[in-house]
């Protein structure tokens, strides 16, 4: 026997348990994070987007996460490239990656994404839109042009994201995720760095998440009852990793309570090391707050398979944070219930074929270089 096949083994029985996410049966633990690639020329994936889903599909990830695509609005979005969840040519691009995860024995849903006031210059066709956002501020404090939302430009932006799910549905995909997280439009209503408003919409934690509850339950209401939506939210910003949506667990609980009661069905925590305790006197990571919090089931990300101590502890080193059997621990614990790859998975397609099956010592540590190609 070598020394990595026990740690191996257990993450093979760790992280094969299939879950739950309302109506949908993910076969394993192992979620693909969803990652910007700038791959769909006029807003259309197409086959080598396809082939890079599948492959990882095919290679054991349970659960895709696409990459953030834009919902129909004209200020969702900036880049030509990034692939939109919108249009005739668009959508049957997005119909037929789903079909192949599938056949790849995999389960997908779209990350639904708005980008409010992080949007700068735009090309077509996003070139004249303003940045739009819940009071023209960006995340940096500045106001560069940007536009605080009308009731007319809210009620605009929840339509476009219920449509984009009815979309989700009908062309055959397992769910969706909405990207409230890292800055973007539903995560500047939730902060109040960049929420200013005095209406109904700004204030407090609970009327800061009014509109990203409104767009739950928007959703919620446009797809069948067993149709999984999954929030994913974070407390830091791309562009201020230090921004903190909730200090204490009592001010994270006032902003969960009204999207679980909207009818989220999973949680998707965002942060960058998921082995860093959240709040002060606890262990729990933010995801594992999240599913205590919610009694909702909740992802888990940031670093997996990153760090060095991934792979030392297979060497029967111990449960070293950033390690896997740290991680293995925490779902045994159900702490949280699933795990997303994001840079590892970029780096080795075949990285969950390899954790499932005792091939550690196969995996390649990430390079950046790895962004550059779709492979
Ligand atoms: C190239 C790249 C693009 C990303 N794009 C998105 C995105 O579209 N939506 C999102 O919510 N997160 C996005 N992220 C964040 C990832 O989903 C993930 O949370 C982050 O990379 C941490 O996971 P990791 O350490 O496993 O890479 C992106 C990350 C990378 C590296």
Redesign the pocket.
């Known amino acids: 026997m070598t020394a990595t096949a026990p740690a191996a083994s257990r993450a093979a029985e760790i992280l094969s348990r299939p879950i739950a996410l309302n109506g949908l049966t993910v076969p394993n633990r192992i979620a693909m994070?969803?990652?910007?690639?700038m791959f769909s020329p006029g807003g259309v994936p197409g086959e080598d987007v396809l082939s890079y889903y599948a492959r990882r599909a095919a290679a054991g990830v349970g659960l895709i996460v696409t990459?953030?695509t834009y919902v129909g609005h004209a200020s969702a979005g900036q880049s030509d490239r990034v692939p939109r969840f919108h249009g005739e040519e668009q959508l049957a691009g997005w119909a037929k990656v789903a079909d192949a995860v599938h056949a790849a024995g995999g389960t997908i849903v779209p990350?639904l994404?708005h980008i409010g006031m992080v949007r700068k210059q735009g090309e077509p066709p996003f070139a004249d839109a303003p940045a739009v956002g819940p009071s023209g501020i960006r995340v940096d404090g500045t106001e560069g042009g940007g536009k605080a939302m009308t009731q007319r430009d809210l009620d605009d932006v929840i339509g476009a994201f219920a449509e984009a799910a009815a979309a989700a549905e009908r062309i055959g995909f397992d769910g969706v995720e909405l990207?409230g997280?890292?800055g973007y439009l539903l995560d500047q209503f939730l902060w109040a760095g960049t929420n200013r408003r005095t209406d109904a919409y700004g204030g407090d934690p609970v009327a800061r998440t009014k509109f990203a509850a409104e767009i739950v339950a928007a959703v919620r209401e446009t797809v069948s009852p067993d149709f999984p939506v999954i929030f994913?939210y974070s407390q830091w910003k791309q562009e201020a990793y230090d921004a903190r949506l909730a200090e204490t667990p009592q001010e994270l609980e006032a902003i969960l309570a009204p999207l679980t009661a909207a009818g989220v069905d999973a949680f998707h925590a965002?942060t960058?090391r998921y082995w860093l305790p959240e709040f002060d006197g606890s262990d729990l990571n933010l995801a594992g707050w999240t599913k205590k919090l919610t009694g909702r089931p909740t992802l888990t990300?940031?670093?997996?398979?990153?760090d060095g101590d991934f792979l030392r502890a297979f060497a029967g080193e111990g449960a070293a944070v950033g390690s896997i059997d740290n991680l293995l621990d925490r779902l045994e614990r159900d702490e949280f219930d699933m795990v997303?790859?994001?840079?590892?998975?970029?780096q080795d397609p075949q990285w969950a074929a390899k954790v499932l099956g005792n091939r550690i010592e196969e995996l390649q540590p990430y390079d950046a270089a790895a962004?550059k190609t779709l492979s």
């Open positions: 994070a969803p990652m910007t690639r990459e953030g990350q994404w990207h997280a890292h994913r965002s960058r990300v940031g670093s997996v398979g990153l997303a790859v994001g840079r590892a998975l970029l962004l």
